[in-house]
């Protein structure tokens, strides 16, 4: 496709269970960063990755937490034991390379009830 | 470590005037980049404009430039002759290594 796509665009999940969220970056770009955002706040940093390996993955915020792109393209964003306080809109975007805009795709928004 | 500070958590702006939407910033690297994004409320991120911090010039696109004062860390959004599509949450953001993002600023643009 033309632009980051994202799946599911909605989930919603029971408290303690597991989620993974997809991110299918535009095609070619090496740079893929994933952000959590909550109501009425900025983007919150979570993980970056060059190519296939994580470069920076100081924002995931617990063990909870882990991301994959094992072919440097297609990344998962997975979610253990899932709790309230994950609720949140999560992006993705990529970028062609580190120095280049990085454009988002429409975000999965996860519920946890 | 890096920082991004937008000041601004709301503005009212009249239709057609121009608006400048603050942004500072903080790292202690040489090169680094500096961008904007618009989030409407379909909550989308719209890419608006780039600054490489090795750029002499202050970048534009159309109606928005960005007002780059490397010695005092600023990277203000300029937006001329506003319209009424604009109001949006607009996020200030920089890059030396993963890309940060400010608190943003809820413009909005008065018929």
């Known amino acids: 496709g033309a632009g980051v796509s994202q799946t599911p665009s909605n989930k919603v999940t029971e408290k303690g269970k597991y989620v993974e969220l997809r991110c299918d970056p535009i095609s070619g770009h090496t740079a893929l960063y994933w952000y959590r955002q909550s109501l009425g706040q900025g983007p919150e940093f979570l993980i970056y990755f060059q190519g296939t390996g994580a470069a920076d993955d100081s924002g995931l915020p617990n063990d909870r937490f882990f991301a994959v792109r094992p072919e440097g393209s297609v990344s998962t964003l997975k979610i253990q034991r899932t709790e309230r306080g994950d609720s949140a809109v999560y992006l993705c975007?990529?970028?062609?390379?580190?120095?280049?805009?990085?454009?988002f795709g429409q975000g999965t928004r996860l519920t946890v009830v | 470590a890096q920082k991004i500070t937008q000041t601004q958590p709301g503005m009212f702006v009249q239709e057609k005037e121009a608006v400048t939407l603050d942004c500072t910033y903080d790292t202690s690297d040489q090169s680094y980049g500096l961008f904007w994004y618009k989030q409407p409320s379909s909550g989308e991120m719209i890419f608006l404009i780039y600054?490489?911090?090795?750029?002499?010039q202050n970048a534009t696109e159309g109606r928005y430039s960005l007002n780059f004062q490397k010695a005092r860390k600023s990277a203000n959004l300029v937006i001329s002759a506003s319209q009424l599509g604009d109001s949006a949450m607009y996020f200030c953001?920089?890059?030396?290594?993963?890309?940060?993002f400010g608190k943003g600023t809820r413009l909005h643009i008065l018929p």
């Open positions: 953001a920089m890059r030396d290594d993963k890309i940060i």
């Open positions: 600054q490489g911090s090795y750029d002499e």
């Open positions: 975007a990529s970028s062609l390379q580190p120095n280049t805009e990085a454009f």
